[in-house]
């Protein structure tokens, strides 16, 4: 009967062996890296300490009573940087959540394990009181000979180190639980603030893009502060024109014209607010060349290539704002200006009804809309004759 109760206990015990491995292969934690969720928070530090310093030159421009014109950058400077904290911060979002997805996978897959091997401890527990000490030693003296005797030692061997493995598996799989339910709660709560963050940064730029819209504006009504912020603007949008002419001068040299139809900027949005050529200025009283046309649309429109090329030139300028300019070959090329957002960058090859940027009203702008010119021999010519709507 004691034999027979024995090899039961045996036969439990070598079962269990067999288990084991099964249950440390079930558990792992996950292998994927947290480097991107540091990544975008280290930015997201960056930008915020960009911020309050932006913040602080524009507070000492505006005392200082400078240049509408350089208020007018500087808050257009404001507004792209916080641009590039709501995108950081959605992005930012978005790994929070995967992150949080992944370790309340990985919780219920431990929580899981280690009721399996709770329950395995608990078997061995039962196992280990019933063999007892002499009951081990028992099934040594009971060794036909030397060799038998031999491999009852390995195995009982074996046993007690499976019953360390058993131990140390639980109290791992229960540590790893409370350090996941930590993690996650830090995950949660980040998770929060961020999402408030994103509220606020998007109640700022809301502030931010009507201080820049009605800037201009409010200037129309002191004529000869208009008229010298006007000038100042005018004098480097033409100082950029000359820079591009040069640059598409020396590039049709060694190009031909792409080829093709100029396709429309701004898929869907076709009003034309100010066309190319002469109009008369209302506050200034004089006639003025538009060198190219205003097409209307909404703040963050997506604005495409007109024609696959090469970006010669980006940045800002106090008249266009922010610009791009694209590199057709055979002298040609087209400019898109007053952007809230350049998505390309210079020396960028693109295709046509490629993203170049988003519709905005920076630079010399009295609200939101797309300054679109085609450049065609160094000069500036009327973009109806050159597109299609597509």
């Not at 240049?67 to 959605?90: H, M, P, V, Y």
């Not at 401890?121 to 000490?133: H, P, S």
């Not at 109640?203 to 100042?232: F, G, R, V």
Request: hydrophobic share 35%; net charge neutral; charged share 25%.
């Amino acid at each position: 009967m004691k034999r027979k109760k024995l090899a039961m206990i045996l036969a439990i015990m070598l079962a269990a062996l067999m288990i084991l491995p099964m249950l440390l292969s079930a558990f792992h934690v996950s292998a994927a890296s947290s480097s991107e969720l540091k990544r975008l928070k280290e930015k997201a530090g960056t930008l915020a300490s960009q911020r309050k310093q932006i913040a602080s030159e524009l507070k000492k421009i505006a005392s200082s009573k400078s240049s509408t014109i350089r208020q007018k950058a500087k808050l257009d400077e404001q507004i792209g940087l916080t641009q590039n904290e709501i995108e950081n911060t959605e992005a930012l979002i978005k790994e929070l959540d995967a992150q949080i997805g992944l370790k309340q996978t990985e919780l219920a897959g431990a929580i899981t394990d280690e009721k399996k091997e709770n329950a395995l401890f608990k078997c061995r527990v039962r196992a280990m009181e019933e063999a007892g000490e002499v009951s081990y030693i028992g099934v040594l003296l009971k060794s036909d000979d030397f060799s038998d005797l031999l491999g009852r030692i390995d195995l009982i061997g074996e046993i007690l180190s499976y019953d360390k493995q058993v131990m140390e598996k639980l109290a791992e799989t229960r540590d790893f639980i409370d350090q996941t339910k930590k993690s996650l709660e830090g995950d949660q709560k980040d998770q929060v603030e961020v999402k408030q963050s994103l509220i606020d940064r998007k109640s700022e730029l809301n502030e931010q893009c009507q201080s820049s819209e009605t800037m201009i504006k409010k200037l129309e009504s002191q004529e000869a502060d208009y008229k010298e912020a006007y000038e100042e603007a005018e004098e480097a949008e033409q100082d950029l024109q000359k820079e591009i002419s040069a640059m598409v001068a020396a590039l049709s040299k060694t190009s031909v014209y792409i080829g093709g139809t100029y396709t429309w900027p701004l898929p869907g949005h076709y009003t034309i607010t100010s066309p190319f050529g002469m109009r008369y200025h209302p506050t200034l009283k004089v006639n003025k060349l538009h060198t190219g046309v205003d097409i209307s649309a909404p703040k963050g429109t997506k604005i495409v290539a007109a024609n696959a090329g090469k970006v010669i030139t980006a940045g800002y300028n106090s008249g266009y704002g922010n610009y791009v300019v694209i590199d057709h070959g055979g002298g040609q090329a087209t400019l898109y200006g007053h952007m809230s957002k350049i998505s390309v960058s210079v020396n960028q090859k693109l295709k046509k009804s490629q993203q170049v940027g988003l519709v905005g009203s920076t630079g010399f702008s009295t609200g939101n809309h797309l300054h679109f010119e085609i450049i065609v021999g160094g000069k500036q010519v009327d973009p109806m004759k050159y597109f299609s709507k597509n």
